[in-house]
């Protein structure tokens, strides 16, 4: 059905659509990082993030000149997040601890156990009421890498860095374990 006019456009725009500068990204600490992140602080900071990216991989199988296709593994992309520095430094100094219990600086030692390291993180989409939207966890979470700051005499912004993430899998308060891949393949009419 094709949409004729604006007032139809309008009454299928429920609540205006979900706004790209309302969320909230919601850091924890690991159980083995003893001086964590100001995850108060961490929250207010977190300027930038993404809701995650889907992909389900792809396998070909050759039968008789074409390619048959079928679905591969499910894949978690990166996460990343962008953060304003404070001028004491208090999330970039959280995060550079935790990743130094994660490998530290003077001998690779660090944490023999993810448990140590691991921890979940949040991202909400929110509404214009404030309300979450859609909200995903990021499962046994920690920080890859934290990004340089580039410093310039020619610059006048405030110090921004980026950290990105990696995770084991990521699930959502809205489309994990309500599917039923039966069903969903039963045709109608």
């Avoid at 219990?101 to 156990?113: K, L, M, R, V």
């Avoid at 909400?124 to 979450?132: A, M």
Wanted: hydrophobic content about 40%; proline content about 3%.
């Amino acid at each position: 059905m094709a949409i004729g006019s604006i007032d139809d456009f309008k009454a299928k725009l429920a609540g205006g659509g979900s706004r790209t500068n309302l969320f909230r990204v919601r850091l924890n600490n690991p159980a083995g990082v003893a001086a964590g992140i100001n995850l108060e602080l961490a929250a207010f900071m977190c300027e930038g993030a993404q809701l995650p990216e889907s992909t389900v991989g792809l396998i070909e199988i050759p039968f008789r000149g074409r390619r048959f296709k079928i679905a591969g593994e499910r894949v978690f992309a990166e996460w990343t997040v962008t953060v304003i520095n404070d001028t004491e430094f208090v999330t970039r100094d959280g995060l550079e601890r935790w990743m130094n219990a994660i490998a530290n600086h003077a001998d690779a030692g660090g944490s023999q156990d993810p448990r140590n390291y691991f921890t979940d993180l949040h991202v909400d989409q929110l509404g214009r009421d404030n309300q979450i939207l859609k909200s995903y966890t990021f499962k046994d979470a920690w920080p890859q890498s934290v990004s340089a700051i580039d410093l310039s005499y020619a610059a006048e912004d405030i110090a921004r860095f980026t950290v990105t993430w990696q995770y084991q899998y990521w699930v959502s308060n809205t489309t994990d374990g309500d599917f039923n891949p039966v069903s969903a393949l039963v045709r109608t009419g």
